[in-house]
């Protein structure tokens, strides 16, 4: 449990939860527990008395840490999921007699029920207990990663990858609301969902460096036993040290609601994820993207109609949450976009060894991290929404830059540094646009909220590369195709910054009312 002497919801009606703390005399030091009707004092109030140093990161107590390194790790153990397969893929396919259009299964299996689950669970979560499913997640990871690992056959292989994706969905919202719950708004919060980003961000990275490093040592299943070793770590040490936490009432699960959303999620992840491999114009694609959005439409029906909805509509309105998640589904498709263009580039123009591509991309892994330090630390001085629209602009920015990226030995330095810088502002984006989101929703909503926020993260990453990947590949040539995508990425990045810059820039603080989006 935090260290906080007041309870979450109380502290949420006493603050703005955009925390824009005012930094006119800067003396004074950030402090998230002072009243609307009192000045803060020089000593932050969620550090203990005898603290002699005002610093705006909070003490933690060592429970408060043991808490937070069980909630990332398992953040971190599913972001590794994601790309620790990856260079993989051919080593696996020969050993299980797989085909290179079957190999799109492996990835495609556990996008499907990880994004398609994410909002259900997140709700069940709120519901019947978010420790109690976290942990139902983790142990059913801990065995999917198993079955993958000794998998004898493609479908053994391919049930393995679904049951993992299932699990992801079942840990990640509930993870996350546990972690929003557990850290109250304000420094403790920002520190907790800074670091959360920050091993979000280089579980990715280290996915693409560790995945072949272990193939080229161990084969293709020690990636697979990776994920059962972290695992086998987090589990026993979850049941301790996570509080349990539900919505008070225990209303109905809203069971229409939960299976249109579900089922036209499953459909859009799927005709996303497919893209990239058949094209826009496969009729299995049509068919999914028309299901998808009719399925979605009709959700957004059911939930006008339903008295205990499984999404709120009112949340949907807040400004916070709608402009929030557009930031975050930007950042997060136009970077895996980068990610995926670059990865070609560095490797079919410039020539470079995948040891050398992971290395540029560790480069880039580090960087993360010193951003995810003082991210937390900005978004204090000048808050979350802010730091999400500055975020936004430097990602576009850096990402134009890639423009100059030619054939010659310099377009490597330039390519290492550019990514990395941007790579920096996509971190400050995910850290600040989790705290827009969520910051200010009632504890009983937060799973709905952190479930948002992880679809949005989800959708996000099958978005992009069908999108605008593909215009790299089918390019008369692979550099024109690069800078191609270039442009456009960056284009979107700046023209979300300026959309979210316009509908919650101005706003110093944050209503927790639902407010009306201006979309009329």
Known sequence: M??????????ERKHEHEHEYKH??????????????????NQEQAAPPSSPTPTPAPHLSTRDRLVLFVLCAAQFMVALDFSVLNVALPV???????SQSALQWAVTAFALPSGGFLLLFGRMGDLYGRRRLFLAGLALFGAASLLATFAWNPASFLAGRALQG????????????????????????????????????????VGMVAGGVLTDAFGWRSTMGLLTLFALIVLPLAPTLLPES???????????????VTVGLLALIYALSTAAERGFGSADVIAALVAGVALLALFGYVESRTAEPLVSL?????????????????????????????TLYLQETLRLSAFETGLVFGVVGVMSAVAGAYAPRIIGRIGARRTLVASLAGQGAFIASLLALGTGDGSIWLATAAVSLACMCHLGAIISYGLTVTSGVPDHEQGLATGLVTSTQQVGLTLGIPLLGILATTAPSLLSGVHTVVALDAAIVLGAAVLVAARLGGRTSGAVEPEPLGLR
């Open 2 to 11: 935090a260290t906080e002497p007041s309870p979450v919801h109380e502290h």
């Open 24 to 41: 006119t005399t800067q003396t004074q030091t950030h402090t998230h527990t002072h009243t609307h009707t009192h000045e803060p004092t």
């Open 92 to 98: 696996l396919g020969q050993d299980l007699g797989m």
């Open 166 to 205: 299932l699990s992801a969905a079942a840990i990640v919202p509930t993870g996350m609301s546990l972690l929003t719950t557990t850290f109250p708004e304000g420094p403790a919060r920002d520190r907790a969902l800074g670091i959360s980003g920050t091993l979000l961000s280089l579980g990715f990275t």
């Open 246 to 260: 539900r919505h008070t009432d225990r209303p109905r699960l809203d069971v229409p609601g939960a299976v249109t």
């Open 314 to 342: 009112p949340m949907l309105r807040r400004r916070t949450v709608a402009w929030g998640n557009l930031g975050g589904l930007v950042t997060f498709s136009m970077m895996s976009t980068v990610i995926f263009v670059l």
